[in-house]
């Protein structure tokens, strides 16, 4: 998408340089640069990663591509306490984690990192609901999520939100 933005900018920039292009048109031009830019990011696909079992250790984790605006979906039924996820990086950037689920559970979210060691965690009574790293390209990380207490009667799901701050 982007490629073919450039080529047409291109296009039209060389066309404007050969009859010789008057201020109202760069700044049209410009204009079109920026509109198609916000499209471009408007239409940028998110990804949704779903719990797959087994995912109950480290070992067993499901992946998850860490983006601007991806999640992870998933729930804690009967039997099932623990869903890890994995990912790495390819960009060092600083991202919000934001845990979603029922007030009635009592669900909590680490990342641990290859070599880091525990590096944030919401405990399940925390009343804030989200932490902010710093992911290092290449570094592989897991995302845990536990279910300390629940309340069968109530929704078992929940969702963890990625988006670049
Ligand atoms: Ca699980």
Redesign the pocket.
Known sequence: MKRVVFSLLSMMLASSIAVGASAKETSNIAASTSAAQSAHSVITPMAIFK?R????TRAEANVFIIGDGNQITGSFPRG?S??WFTFTPTKTETYRFYFSHSSFQRYSLRLHGDGLGKVAEITFDSPVRYFDVTVQAGTTYYLGAEAHFRNYNEDDTYDIYTYKI
């Not at 079992?53 to 109950?56: G, I, M």
Request: charged share 60%; proline share 12%.
């Open positions: 719990d079992e087994p995912n109950d099932d623990a869903d």
